[in-house]
Each structure stands twice: as C-alpha cells, then as structure tokens.
C-alpha cells in the first residue's frame, strides 16, 4: 500500500491519471461508479472489482466543524442501462467517495468524503442527478426518550449533571416523579429549595416522595448521570446514533450537563457541547464522530504547518476574504443552567443562604472577564452559554477562550487542487496577501470530479 507521503506527492503532479470512485448505498444494495473506467486488479479478489464510468460530477459535498447543513449533488449519466435505479430508494443511505489513480489498486485509494444520500433530485434524458447531504446530518434524528403520561410529552434527556430541573409526576397515587430518560448516580428532590424525604429510584431517573407536597409546593431536583465530561457525552452520543469516535478527538476533562425537556437530538447535544468548549464536530470519511476544540495557531515561521499550499496549488484568483471577527473586550461566561428556576424559596434557605436562594431563582450563573485591546477601540465584549457545572473549570475555560479571542480572527475561502485536505489541519497558502501566515481548516467542499476542494480556513 502507498504511504501518505506517496499519495501526497502523487496529488502535487499535474500529470497523473486521477479518478474519483463513489459507492452508492441503496435500499437494495450498493453501485459502483466513477468518472472513468475502473477494474480493481484481480488479485484484490473483490466481490465486484468493476466501477463503471457513469460519475458525471459529484459537487457540493462539504465537511464542516460548525454543524451547518450543506446540499450537494451526484450527476450519473444514464445510457440506457441505469434508468431502473430511478426506483431505488436512496434517500438517507450513505455515499463514500474515493480517489486514485487508474494503474492503482482499489486499497491505495483515499476516502476523500462520507455524506448521505438526500434521494432522487432530478432526472432528463441521459441523466439522473442525486441530492447529497452532510453525513452530519444523520445526528438530526430525535433521540428517543420516550413520552410521559397523559400527554406529558417526552421524557426528560439529561447527561451529566444539572443543579436544578423539573421533576414530572408520572404515579400520582404513588407520589412517583421521573426525571430522566437516562439512569442516574444521584438524585436530590426538593421542594421550592428545601430537600425532601423521598426513595430514589435510580435506575429509571426517577423518585418517589415520602409525603405530599402541600400548597405552594414546587418540586425539583438535583440530578447526576452518569456521562457527565465532554469526552463521556460524545461517546454516548456516537453510542446511540451507532458510530464510533475519532482517535483524533480529544477534549479537556471538565464537569458538564445536557438538559432537554422537548425533544433532542444528538446534534443539539454536541452544539451546544461545542459552544461550551469552542470547539467544532463532524462525521468524518470514516463515518467517526470528531470533535475537536479549536485552538489558535502561531504565526511562528518556526511552526511547521501540516499542509502548504503553493500558488501552483490554488485555483488562479479563487482566494478571497469570507469574513472577520473582531477580537473580544471581554467575556461573560454562563455555566450551571438552573433549568427550573424558582418563583420563590423556602424561608429558610432565604434566612441562612441568600446566595443559594438567589442562585433558585436565576436561570444562569455567570462569570466575567476583560481584557485591554488598546488597537482594537470597537472591540465588544461577548457571551457564551455552556454546559460546565464547576467554578473553578469555569474561570479557566473562560479565559482560554477570551485569550484565543484576543486577536482579530479572518475566515478565508480558496479552490485547490488537493481536494484530501481535512478539516483541523493546519495550513499555510502561499498566495498574496496572506503568505507565511498559518491557519486552520474549518470546512472542506468537494467543487468537482477530478479533485478540486473549496477549503475556508480560520487565521
């Protein structure tokens, strides 16, 4: 097999014969096409070693780390011999995407993207176009929780740990609350603030009162489950959606919580994740979950970037400025959601802890920096809600981010020639007007059959 070196060099030659193959899953089965006439060699032994030269483009297809939801497409040139998979049902079964060369066998190609097949677009005379979408969005699927009785709607999603939610009586003879879809490590009932005898039934994310509640009453919690850091929250995620994480992700050991009382998904889980870490997700070409934080990358010429692209590399006048972001004057930093806030407290949690009876009541704690940018005199401060639980963490977290916001941030958009770049990478383009500066990539969008990519890239 070659190595990545190898396939790199083989990329940087105008001359070699490139072809780009696609596995179309379906309902029935798998096709196998490409842009040019493919046989893997007969020592592969394959079940089906042919790919035939029905791949008129396939453009649009993108891999980000914001979450946003891209539609590309897959133009198949139909002679005759293909207008019966018009029948097929495509719709929702992945597209795996490779690329080689002719002379190679099949296990020296490269996956160069996974999405998911959006179904029939659009057919005319000799041709069928495919809508794709971002493989992310599989994780778009409601997570199912379950429904609480009497129209109640679904069960609480809790992962992690919250300081205050709501508890919904399911048994009313029984006195019998559920909290959570989930198991739970711990639950603390209360009645506006105060704790209450109760038998806790942990296994099911529930509790059951000692007494009735009297007038006035207000019955919350205090809940822990068990998926309660960044890296533990995503392998559930990826658990439940059947897939398995990327040995690239690597996320800071910090206590979190995920609450939703309305229906979920695994993509509202990890958005939110990432607004707490400034970090970046996505479903790689190996259909792994990948989640990353993002972290500023030096302008040190001693820095050695994982990608440089040559002016040889990048389309001719494809370079251009997407947007920018100011820097930060400060940060409010929001952590420790309380998800049921309280009209009013118990007296005595008013009398001996006002802060605590305080804390009842407000939706968010928060926790505040600035920084002095004296070039930078329009710089503004901003706001992050996250999903830490634990002072200490916070003030960390808080700062790294306000640090990584200290500098303007530049979002750039160009076409190259080597479409296997991969999001995260760090890169440097050698084109006027940003020379030697290195960035990071954010975003990989297949333009055409053949490989060319549009990269956007964080300086």
């Given at each position: 097999m070659i190595s990545d070196a190898q396939f790199k060099r083989w990329l940087e030659s105008p001359n070699e014969n490139r072809v780009m193959l696609a596995e179309l899953e379906h309902a029935g089965g798998v096709v196998q096409v490409a842009d040019k006439p493919y046989v893997a060699p007969a020592f592969e032994a394959l079940a089906n070693p042919v790919w035939n030269d029905l791949l008129i483009t396939a453009s649009g297809i993108s891999t980000r780390v914001d979450g946003l939801?891209?539609?590309?497409?897959?133009?198949?040139?139909?002679?005759?011999?293909?207008?019966?998979?018009?029948?097929?049902?495509?719709?929702?079964?992945?597209?795996?995407?490779?690329?080689?060369?002719?002379?190679?066998?099949?296990?020296d190609f490269r996956p160069v993207a996974l999405a998911t097949n959006g179904g029939l677009e659009s057919y005319k005379t000799g041709e069928i176009t495919l809508s794709v979408i971002d493989s992310s969005e599989q994780l778009n699927e409601p997570i199912d929780t379950g429904q609480l009785p009497d129209d109640g709607g679904p069960v609480p999603l809790l992962l992690g740990q919250r300081f205050n939610v709501p508890a919904f009586r399911t048994d009313t003879a029984t006195l019998r609350y559920r909290v959570s879809f989930l198991p739970l490590l711990s639950v603390t009932p209360r009645d506006i603030g105060n704790e209450v005898p109760h038998t806790a039934h942990l296994s099911d994310g529930a509790f059951t009162l000692n007494n009735g509640p009297g007038s006035g009453s207000e019955?919350?919690?205090?809940?822990?489950?068990?998926?309660?850091?960044?890296?533990?929250?995503?392998?559930?995620?990826?658990?439940?959606?059947?897939?398995?994480?990327?040995?690239?992700?690597?996320?800071?050991?910090?206590?979190?919580?995920?609450?939703?009382?309305?229906?979920?998904?695994?993509?509202?889980?990890?958005?939110?994740?990432?607004?707490?870490?400034?970090?970046?997700?996505?479903?790689?070409?190996?259909?792994?979950?990948?989640?990353?934080?993002?972290?500023?990358v030096s302008d040190d010429p001693g820095v050695t970037p994982d990608i440089t692209l040559s002016a040889d590399n990048v389309q001719e006048n494809s370079l251009q400025l997407a947007s920018v972001e100011p820097p930060w004057s400060g940060l409010t930093f929001r952590w420790g959601r309380n998800d049921a806030p309280l009209r009013?407290?118990?007296?005595?949690?008013?009398?001996?802890?006002?802060?605590?009876?305080?804390?009842?009541?407000?939706?968010?704690?928060?926790?505040?920096?600035?920084?002095?940018?004296?070039?930078?005199?329009?710089?503004?401060?901003?706001?992050?809600?996250?999903?830490?639980?634990?002072?200490?963490?916070?003030?960390?977290?808080?700062?790294?981010?306000?640090?990584?916001?200290?500098?303007?941030?530049?979002?750039?958009?160009?076409?190259?020639?080597?479409?296997?770049?991969?999001?995260?990478?760090?890169?440097?383009?050698?084109?006027?007007?940003?020379?030697?500066?290195?960035?990071?990539?954010s975003a990989v969008r297949l333009e055409k059959v053949g490989g060319k990519a549009e990269l956007e890239i964080i300086l």
């Amino acid at each position: 097999m070659i190595s990545d070196a190898q396939f790199k060099r083989w990329l940087e030659s105008p001359n070699e014969n490139r072809v780009m193959l696609a596995e179309l899953e379906h309902a029935g089965g798998v096709v196998q096409v490409a842009d040019k006439p493919y046989v893997a060699p007969a020592f592969e032994a394959l079940a089906n070693p042919v790919w035939n030269d029905l791949l008129i483009t396939a453009s649009g297809i993108s891999t980000r780390v914001d979450g946003l939801i891209e539609i590309g497409k897959i133009q198949l040139r139909n002679d005759g011999r293909i207008t019966e998979w018009l029948d097929y049902q495509w719709r929702g079964w992945p597209v795996r995407l490779f690329l080689g060369d002719q002379a190679w066998p099949r296990a020296d190609f490269r996956p160069v993207a996974l999405a998911t097949n959006g179904g029939l677009e659009s057919y005319k005379t000799g041709e069928i176009t495919l809508s794709v979408i971002d493989s992310s969005e599989q994780l778009n699927e409601p997570i199912d929780t379950g429904q609480l009785p009497d129209d109640g709607g679904p069960v609480p999603l809790l992962l992690g740990q919250r300081f205050n939610v709501p508890a919904f009586r399911t048994d009313t003879a029984t006195l019998r609350y559920r909290v959570s879809f989930l198991p739970l490590l711990s639950v603390t009932p209360r009645d506006i603030g105060n704790e209450v005898p109760h038998t806790a039934h942990l296994s099911d994310g529930a509790f059951t009162l000692n007494n009735g509640p009297g007038s006035g009453s207000e019955i919350t919690a205090a809940a822990h489950e068990q998926h309660d850091t960044p890296m533990a929250m995503v392998q559930w995620v990826a658990d439940y959606y059947g897939k398995t994480v990327s040995p690239n992700t690597v996320l800071p050991n910090v206590t979190v919580g995920f609450y939703s009382s309305a229906e979920a998904t695994g993509a509202q889980v990890l958005d939110a994740l990432c607004e707490s870490l400034g970090a970046g997700w996505h479903i790689d070409a190996f259909d792994r979950l990948d989640v990353r934080v993002f972290e500023g990358v030096s302008d040190d010429p001693g820095v050695t970037p994982d990608i440089t692209l040559s002016a040889d590399n990048v389309q001719e006048n494809s370079l251009q400025l997407a947007s920018v972001e100011p820097p930060w004057s400060g940060l409010t930093f929001r952590w420790g959601r309380n998800d049921a806030p309280l009209r009013s407290v118990a007296g005595v949690i008013d009398d001996t802890d006002p802060a605590l009876a305080a804390r009842f009541k407000q939706e968010w704690r928060e926790s505040t920096a600035e920084q002095a940018l004296p070039n930078h005199p329009l710089a503004t401060p901003e706001n992050v809600n996250s999903l830490m639980e634990l002072s200490a963490e916070v003030v960390t977290e808080r700062d790294r981010r306000l640090g990584y916001h200290a500098l303007r941030r530049e979002r750039w958009r160009l076409i190259t020639y080597l479409p296997t770049v991969q999001i995260y990478q760090t890169i440097t383009v050698n084109v006027p007007p940003i020379v030697g500066r290195i960035g990071r990539v954010s975003a990989v969008r297949l333009e055409k059959v053949g490989g060319k990519a549009e990269l956007e890239i964080i300086l």
